[in-house]
């Protein structure tokens, strides 16, 4: 049994056998070859494979495979390529580059032939690379291993010219009819009686069929996962473009420093209120917008193809977007580096009140202001509280941080925050925001309020002083959330629950 | 060089002289052209004739039309043109010069042998 190939000589189509095919096709490309450099030669070519075909036409009966016998009369017929060409004398036909390839020799085979193809591609006697092979299997089996990843990876040569391939000799005329003819002789004197042979082939012939299943499924597998690969790097990419988009409209622009939540509603907010200069601030987001967008559109484009099965395509544009890539990776880093000098030093500003108590219970509010403040509004307000140890006032410690670039610039961003808090009856309030007058930079600005109880002080919170509370340590060891709802009294071992033991009794 | 080797050398000098003079008889398609001088003794291989024929078309000694195949596609018939008309005339004229030297030649030297 052999393999077919279909093909058109002479616009009438053919089904050949293999090795009829490749040497027809190399007999024709030759003589393609030749007269593709004299002026008009196109033609005579085409005439010439138009006659082939009429030939084959002539002496292959309808419905028959064209073998290698009617090529070769064929041949006779037309004259060899010299005769065609006019000698050798006239240029040759260029010789296609000689390529040496790996391929298992299945006239060299014992199981797979493995060793015979190795042999082959290293021009070494197949028996050595038998022998070493024998002695691996020794150490642990390694051998056997290594001889089954061999014979599902390496292809095994079927037409005569992998054959020659295999060999690492030139694809001519000559060398393929050689080689045909070459295994003609061998089929007619592989009728082999050895015993051990036969085992061992009809061993090498089960193997192959394995092989063959193994080869399938993992092809199948791999395309599988190949498929399921690309539809995940196409949903990835899909992502970090929606994010993109999302972040250009400036529905996105989230920075979390210092537990603080800067949330700036659009790419002119974040270059004004961020980076040093506008100029180095657009050169930085359209970096981002780059650094993030060239891989993921890279990543669809490759899922897709894979999907689509299109190989081919714009690889002359890799190297350029590569190239863009790594610029734009070069600014960010620069960038980040700029910014994060920025934020180098760190000072704060303080200023202190006391009361005398003068309330049964003090509420403690952080309701958000009402009036519409100028600049940016920050939610970056903490509380902390301890015992006041030194007298029996109410103390109160107002903080205003920031960093900057240096300690002077820090220090001035501290006491431009603007923050205020009032004691009226028996509420404190004390809003979550702080605020940023316009033309100043965000660099962590924030605030910290310590507030001294003293002993027998009583406090109550309100529902929204549980986000700003700095894990005030209290003798129930509650959380933060979980004080809101009770009142509270300082003692000696420090903030006691009143609310909950009661509940607890 | 053996006698078949130069039998074949002669032909294949003589190639354009004898597919000229088989197209006098009239237009051919190659394939024709080849039986004609085949069967005056003239064995090439066909391919040689192509070419050949394209050459002579390119100086304008001959032309070719398409015509439909009962079995495929068209074919080429080729035939001389006024000009090839007037080439296979000196070319017929300087052969028989030439056949008239060989001969006088061959003549003259079997004298001499004949002499010796």
């Given at each position: 049994m052999k393999k077919t190939v279909q093909a058109?000589?002479?616009?009438?189509?053919?089904?050949?056998?293999?090795?009829?095919?490749?040497?027809?096709?190399?007999?024709?490309?030759?003589?393609e070859q030749h007269f593709s450099q004299t002026p008009?030669?196109?033609?005579?070519?085409?005439?010439?494979?138009?006659r082939a075909g009429e030939l084959l036409r002539e002496t292959v009966a309808e419905g028959c495979v064209?073998?290698?016998?009617?090529?070769?009369?064929?041949?006779?017929?037309?004259?060899?390529?010299?005769?065609?060409?006019?000698?050798?004398?006239?240029?040759?036909?260029?010789?296609?580059?000689?390529?040496?390839?790996?391929y298992r020799n299945p006239d060299e085979r014992v199981l797979g032939g493995v060793c015979g193809g190795l042999g082959a591609y290293f021009g070494l006697d197949p028996v050595w690379l038998r022998l070493l092979w024998l002695v691996m299997i020794f150490f642990m089996g390694t051998g056997l291993i290594l001889y089954?990843?061999?014979?599902?990876?390496?292809?095994?040569?079927?037409?005569?010219?992998?054959?020659?391939?295999?060999?690492?000799?030139?694809?001519?005329?000559?060398?393929?009819?050689?080689?045909?003819?070459?295994?003609?002789?061998?089929?007619?004197?592989?009728?082999?009686?050895?015993?051990?042979?036969?085992?061992?082939?009809?061993?090498?012939?089960?193997?192959?069929?394995?092989?063959?299943?193994?080869?399938?499924?993992?092809?199948?597998?791999?395309?599988?996962?190949g498929g399921v690969l690309s539809l995940l790097s196409i949903l990835i990419a899909a992502l970090i473009l929606f994010f993109l988009v999302q972040l250009i409209a400036g529905e996105l622009a989230v920075f979390k420093i210092n537990?603080?939540?800067?949330?700036?509603?659009?790419?002119?907010?974040?270059?004004?209120?961020?980076?040093?200069?506008?100029?180095?601030?657009?050169?930085?987001?359209?970096?981002?917008?780059l650094f993030l967008g060239i891989p993921s559109v890279m990543l669809a484009v490759h899922g897709i193809r894979y999907l689509t099965g299109r190989k081919q395509g714009m690889s002359w544009l890799n190297i350029p977007l590569f190239t863009v890539w790594l610029l734009m990776t070069g600014l960010l880093v620069w960038s980040g580096i700029r910014l994060a000098r920025q934020f180098y030093s760190h000072q704060y500003h303080e200023y202190n009140t006391s009361w005398p108590n003068h309330w049964n219970v003090l509420n403690i509010s952080m309701a958000y202001p009402t009036n519409e403040q100028e600049g940016l509004v920050l939610e970056a307000v903490q509380l902390h509280i301890f015992r006041n140890t030194q007298d029996s006032l109410w103390g109160l410690t107002l903080q205003k941080n920031s960093a900057g670039p240096t300690p002077t610039h820090a220090a001035a961003l501290a006491s431009a925050i603007q923050y205020t808090f009032h004691l009226r009856g028996d509420t404190l309030w004390l809003p979550p925001v702080i605020c940023l007058p316009v033309g100043t930079k965000y660099r962590g600005q924030h605030v910290e309020i310590f507030l001294y109880v003293p002993e027998g002080g009583r406090l109550r919170f309100d529902r929204q002083a549980a986000e700003h509370l700095a894990h005030v340590p209290n003798v129930q060891g509650l959380e933060d959330e979980e004080m809101v709802p009770y009142e509270w009294v300082m003692t000696g071992a420090?903030?006691?629950?009143?609310?909950?033991?009661?509940?607890?009794? | 060089m053996g006698s078949g080797e130069l039998f074949q050398h002669l032909r294949r000098s003589l190639l354009e002289y004898s597919v000229v003079q088989a197209l006098v008889e009239g237009e051919a398609y190659p394939a024709d052209l080849i039986g004609r001088l085949g069967r005056v003794g003239l064995q090439v291989p066909e391919?040689?004739?192509?070419?050949?024929?394209?050459?002579?078309?390119?100086?304008?000694?001959?032309?070719?039309?398409?015509?439909?195949?009962?079995?495929?596609?068209?074919?080429?018939?080729y035939s001389l043109s006024?000009?090839?008309?007037?080439?296979?005339?000196?070319?017929?004229?300087?052969?028989?010069?030439?056949?008239?030297?060989?001969?006088?030649?061959?003549?003259?030297?079997?004298?001499?042998?004949k002499n010796l």
């Open positions: 058109s000589v002479g616009r009438i189509p053919f089904i050949f056998e293999e090795d009829a095919y490749e040497v027809l096709k190399d007999y024709l490309h030759a003589i008009g030669g196109k033609e005579v070519a085409e005439d010439l494979e138009m064209v073998v290698l016998n009617d090529v070769q009369k064929l041949m006779e017929r037309l004259g060899s390529v010299k005769d065609i060409t006019g000698g050798p004398t006239s240029s040759a036909p260029a010789p296609r580059p000689v390529v040496k390839r790996l089954l990843l061999l014979w599902l990876i390496i292809p095994e040569a079927r037409t005569p010219a992998e054959k020659l391939e295999m060999k690492g000799q030139p694809l001519t005329l000559d060398q393929l009819s050689k080689s045909v003819q070459e295994e003609t002789s061998r089929i007619i004197h592989q009728v082999n009686t050895n015993r051990w042979k036969v085992f061992l082939r009809n061993v090498g012939q089960f193997g192959e069929q394995m092989i063959g299943y193994t080869r399938r499924f993992l092809q199948k597998v791999f395309r599988l996962l537990q603080s939540e800067l949330v700036l509603h659009s790419p002119t907010d974040t270059v004004a209120w961020i980076f040093p200069t506008p100029w180095e601030g657009w050169l930085t987001l359209v970096a981002l917008v420090g903030l006691s629950c009143v609310g909950c033991k009661k509940k607890a009794e | 391919g040689t004739v192509y070419p050949l024929l394209n050459r002579l078309k390119a100086d304008g000694y001959v032309e070719y039309r398409w015509e439909e195949s009962p079995s495929g596609p068209p074919r080429k018939y006024a000009k090839g008309l007037k080439l296979a005339e000196e070319y017929r004229q300087a052969w028989e010069k030439l056949k008239k030297s060989v001969d006088s030649l061959n003549t003259s030297q079997n004298k001499h042998e």
